[in-house]
């Protein structure tokens, strides 16, 4: 059987026989050219850590700034309160910045280009959902209504990364949904909003990104 | 012997089947981004997009980006089912073999 297949083949291609290797090479290189042209797959468990890390210390002195100097009670137009926000600002600056960092250096090594339309589309599906929050946010602070903003928050990150998920390997997909979750919750029961979005930004973020290290990067 | 009929002979080339790939999960690629992704040159890449053009599997479209020419392509309906079609005879080779 295999014979009448391989010399039908031979005159059918009129050319060389292909082995089963080749074949198996074939359909290895067009699963890996399908992933290459639609997914940035450079993403680095390591900066996820990081993130959490950062967010952590950044609740730690959130939390020492309030008990310390506002007798626990956030106050709206206090200097305190800038002073959390800043906090906020730092966290995700030195995020993204680190992101950014490790990315690259991950995307050099395997070959990747950092900015191609891959990465491109990713980071404008991952922006939409969440600039729409932090615009949001904005607002609503603005109109002091901020019981919310834990909740918004990760609800919005939450949705970011599953936006984003479609055009990235790896479980940004799961963490999004984590990050919903708890930020339903957190929208449930306001008062733990400061613990939830530790829970959220920063341990949520440790794990996966260690996960992710030792899925993907460590082989 | 229904599956070396699907063998499909169009398909027959490391690059054409990169180009259908490629276009396979992308709505659209212009010239350029299958170049890259491929490591083909340009000519060797212009004769398969043509071929595969002639045979109606990827539709062409040219326009101006600014002044400079711009050259994408996309599968036409019948070059998915086709390239599909191809895949899975591949598939099915390999497992008999």
Known sequence: MRFIIKSFYFVFQSTLIMSDQDYLKDISEIKNLMNKSSRFISLSGLSGILAGIYALIG??????????????????????????????FLI????????????TR?????GEDFWDASSRRLIFNFLIPLVTGGIYILIILNQHKYGQTGALMLIFYGLALVNASKYSIGDIRYLGFIQITLGLICALYPGYGFWLW???????????GTWMHFKYDVK | MSIIHNINKVFDHRIRLGIMSIL????????????????ATDGN???HTKALEKAEY??????FIGRKPNTRYSTTSLGKAEFKKHISALEKLIKKQ
């Open chain 1, 92 to 103: 995700a600056f030195l995020s993204v910045v680190t992101g950014i960092f490790l990315t």
């Open chain 1, 106 to 110: 991950k995307a050099k090594k395997n």
């Open chain 2, 58 to 63: 990827i539709a062409v479209e040219k326009q």
């Open chain 2, 45 to 47: 890449l212009a004769s």
């Open chain 1, 59 to 88: 609740a730690a002195v959130a939390y020492w700034l309030v008990s310390k100097y506002s007798y626990g009670k956030l106050l709206l137009d206090g200097k305190v309160f800038n002073l959390v926000l800043l906090d906020l």
């Open chain 2, 24 to 39: 396979m999960v992308n709505e659209y690629a212009d010239f350029n981004t299958l170049k890259e992704l491929l490591g």
């Open chain 1, 198 to 208: 530790t829970l959220g930004f920063g341990v949520m973020h440790i794990v996966y």
